[in-house]
Nanobody, 123 residues
Framework: QVQLQESGPGLVKPSQTLSLTCTVS??????????WSWIRQPPEKGLEWMGA???????YYSPSLKSRTSISRDTSKNQFTLQLSSVTPEDTAVYYC???????????????WGQGTLVTVLS
């Protein structure tokens, strides 16, 4: 059973970098052909896909967040990380990590999710 769990500070100061880690158990971040993704949900708003790192190590980012987002991995620990720079209170959200697959071109499935972690950017 593959499980994902987010961890990291719950409070971040404006202009600083938000850093979160997703720990994967029961599987490997290098297994073909999975993608390991980050999604967030601000209060009273919808889900926003932020980006992903593929089994190969390639990264993909949402155009709206690309300039501030970096996703990396540590294969020895079965972990992947999110860094979001220059945060503002608008970045306050519940952050989720997930395993994603391409079902068919242009169709994706976020099939396994972590429980999510709330990150509050102070104002």
């Amino acid at each position: 059973q593959v499980q994902l769990q987010e961890s990291g500070p719950g409070l971040v100061k404006p202009s600083q970098t938000l850093s979160l880690t997703c720990t994967v158990s029961g599987g490997s971040v290098t297994t073909s052909y999975y993608y390991w993704s980050w999604i967030r949900q601000p209060p009273e708003k919808g889900l926003e896909w932020m980006g992903a790192i593929a089994y190969s190590g390639s990264t993909y980012y949402s155009p709206s967040l690309k300039s501030r987002t970096s996703i990396s991995r540590d294969t020895s620990k079965n972990q992947f990380t999110l860094q979001l720079s220059s945060v503002t209170p608008e970045d306050t959200a519940v952050y989720y990590c997930a395993r994603e697959v391409v079902v068919v071109p242009t169709t994706y499935n976020l099939e396994i999710w972590g429980q999510g972690t709330l990150v509050t950017v102070l104002s």
